[in-house]
């Protein structure tokens, strides 16, 4: 172990470097016309950290800072999926953000910020470097949300975002202490390994699983601490809407693998309980709010919640009865899951945002009727999304919705699993619901949408993805697999 290993924080020094340098030409340009080509700046500083991890995938597991940083497959996979997410609602952000005013040098410096933090939760080795990342990428997304200045709503939902958040983040912090005072250190290797051996207070230890768990489940917005999604999902700006629900998904599934799956799989009778439980909520309250909606954020919010019940269904299908056999595959699934519902969103909230036009949000069902006969281009896109939401084959959510399901039944979990089918089912009718609002209605906005011709080929290309990886899922499969292994052979 390399007690100090610059080379494995390459990517977090590249992304700071680029990210600084954006603020300051922003800065000290003298065009007249505000953030004209820093949209392309915030793209290009992505490029050196996605090169230096590409470097660094494929070699061995890296400890440094001793041992408070890894870089491994995992954090690998999840950093390109994160740049890949970031990048793209870059592009998508670019015509709606011109019309609103938010196309501004803080909006690319604070989306890079919350891209860094999610970057150190993800390769975070040590509690308080965990706590460090999720304090840059949540303070980063409070702003994001209150930046547009002269919506009402934009500055309530960002109040609710912040209170909520720190009350998440004070969970998560009081359960880290625990574990402190329970083990005497702050290293997830050495608390795994401490816990083996015995030399943990067991009463002090378990509370301290508690707190983390509570303050995992708020950040994925996992019921019953799911009470800030649909409010802060419908009243942000849908540029800062994606990149909430985008990718600091990624990362905080990094958390949970890392502080549960790895360092705390030895209490994984206690979490994995209160996953069953979390799940079993988000996916029943998720899918029958979701129906009454007619804000189509705000049924996507709860769509959000009901997904996260997936994710958490493979997270608790790892160890059973105290093996940890199937725990590769199942934490595999979850890690699939996440990913390719990252994608989706991608997409869903991408097409929102091109839809919209000063003034109009587009962001009620409504809104979408007719859109076939308007853009049957579009209407395709948003068909295979709300597809893939619902888990309809050939898309990859349907593909994803099978991969968590049988770790769920090899786990033991017969009953679980013919719940959530039945939940998807009751969340099939809101989904198709938009498809019939597209294909059946008939249109009422007459006024053609204005996007960018980068936009529409990322939403195609978007959308042909969630396609393929439904039809050949195997290499993104394989990938998680690989990565899991590794993380978990460590």
């Known amino acids: 172990m390399d007690k100090l290993n610059l080379f494995a924080a390459l990517p977090e020094i590249l992304l700071l470097a680029g990210l600084c340098l954006v603020i300051l030409i922003d800065v000290l340009r003298k065009s007249p016309h505000p953030a004209v080509g820093i949209d392309r700046l915030a793209l290009l500083a992505l490029v050196p950290p996605f090169i230096a991890t590409l470097v660094q995938a494929g070699g061995p597991r890296i400890y440094a800072f001793d041992g408070m940083y890894v870089v491994d497959a995992l954090g690998n996979l999840l950093k390109v999926c994160s740049y890949i997410a970031i990048a793209v609602s870059i592009i998508y952000a670019r015509g709606y953000t011109k ?79 625990m574990i402190y005072g329970g083990t005497g250190t702050l290293d997830l290797a050495q608390i795994a390994q401490r816990f083996s051996a015995g030399q943990v207070n067991q009463i002090v230890f378990v509370f301290g699983v508690v707190f983390i768990v509570a303050g995992i489940a708020f950040k994925f917005g996992a019921v019953p601490f799911h009470m800030w999604v649909p409010d802060v999902y419908a009243g942000s700006p849908t540029a800062t809407t994606l990149l909430i629900a985008g990718a600091p998904k990624l990362a905080t599934f990094a958390i949970a693998f890392r502080l549960l799956a790895e360092s705390l799989q030895g ?23 979701a129906i009454a909606q007619t804000n189509l954020k705000r049924m996507l919010a709860y769509s959000t919640i009901s997904q996260i019940g997936f994710v958490l269904l493979g997270l608790m299908s790892g160890v ?15 890690l699939f899951y996440i990913i390719t519902y990252v994608l989706t969103t991608l997409g869903t909230f991408g097409l929102i945002q091109m839809l919209a036009r000063n003034g109009f949000e587009s962001d009620q069902i409504s809104d979408l009727a007719g859109l076939n006969k308007r853009n049957p281009w579009m209407a395709a896109v948003m068909l295979v999304l709300m597809f893939s939401l619902a888990g309809i084959p050939p898309t990859v959510g349907f593909y994803a919705k099978l991969a968590v399901l049988q770790a769920v039944i090899q786990a033991g979990h017969l009953w679980l699993a013919i719940v959530a089918v039945m939940a998807s089912l009751v969340g099939a009718f809101y989904y198709l619901r938009v498809v019939k609002a597209m294909y059946f209605d008939e249109p009422t906005d007459p006024q053609p949408s204005v996007h960018t011709a980068d936009a529409r080929v990322v939403l195609a290309f978007n959308g042909l993805l969630v396609l393929g990886l439904g039809i050949v899922p195997g290499p993104l499969m394989t990938a998680c697999l690989l990565a899991i292994r590794q993380s978990m052979g460590a």
Do not use: C, T
């Open 99 to 177: 019309d609103r005013g938010m196309h501004r040098g803080e909006f690319y410096g604070l989306l890079l910020f919350s891209l860094l933090g999610q970057m150190v939760m993800i390769s975070a080795g040590n509690l308080l470097v965990v706590y460090l990342g999720l304090e840059v990428m949540s303070l980063s997304l409070y702003a994001l949300a209150a930046l547009r200045r002269d919506h009402p709503e934009s500055a309530e939902s960002a109040i609710k975002y912040f209170v909520l958040g720190a009350l998440a983040s004070g969970f998560l912090l009081y359960g880290m202490s």
């Open 267 to 289: 209490a994984a009778q206690h979490w994995q309980q209160m996953f069953l439980i979390l799940a079993l909520l988000s996916l029943i309250l998720g899918n029958l709010a």
């Open 320 to 334: 059973v009865g105290g093996s940890a056999e199937g725990a590769a595959g199942a934490y595999s699934a979850a």
